[in-house]
């Protein structure tokens, strides 16, 4: 991204976390070892950079708003009692953001919309929610495959271990 993209980007970051809202998914991880705010900030970019690149003449600050609060769910989903996170998620992050931020009907549903066809009743109806969408399939999946917790070698207790009469 161009530096001044960049610049205009991080502007329209700023403008939505004056109060540091966002900041509470920092708490908890998304993917990998992917917090969930980390998470929504590289959908947030990538929206940002697909609209950019593809000339889709997406409304930026609707899409990087709905971008930043698609996931604003505010819970640790990997131990969660309740319904079925992938297709609940989505409600409980739109609910959290009405009750933080004043939204428009396209962030509505760039948020609530955002797992389709995960969730077939909410479709993206503008270009910013289709946007999302991909982006946020893109950053899942990278997320998942390359950005894994590392994982500890086990304790040898003191023992060498000894392989074809080598130590």
């Known amino acids: 991204m161009k530096a001044s993209e960049e610049k205009r980007f991080l502007k329209l970051v700023r403008e939505l976390n004056p109060e540091k809202k966002l900041e509470q998914m920092k708490a908890f991880i998304q993917h990998g070892s992917v917090t969930t705010y980390d998470h929504v900030l590289d959908v947030a970019r990538l929206s940002y950079r697909i609209n950019k690149a593809f000339r889709i003449s997406a409304r930026e600050r609707e899409l990087v708003r709905g971008a930043l609060l698609h996931d604003y769910f505010l819970y640790d989903w990997h131990h969660w009692d309740g319904p079925l996170h992938g297709p609940y998620h989505p409600k409980a992050a ?62 040898t207790h003191g023992y060498v271990r000894i392989r074809h009469g080598k130590t």
């Open 94 to 155: 739109l609910k959290n953001a009405k009750r933080d931020f004043d939204l428009t009907k396209r962030e509505e549903n760039i948020i609530r919309s955002h797992m389709w066809p995960l969730t077939p009743l909410h479709i993206p109806k503008t270009r910013e929610a289709v946007i999302v969408c991909i982006a946020d399939k893109i950053c899942s999946a990278r997320e998942t495959l390359f950005a894994r917790k590392k994982r500890k070698k086990p304790k």
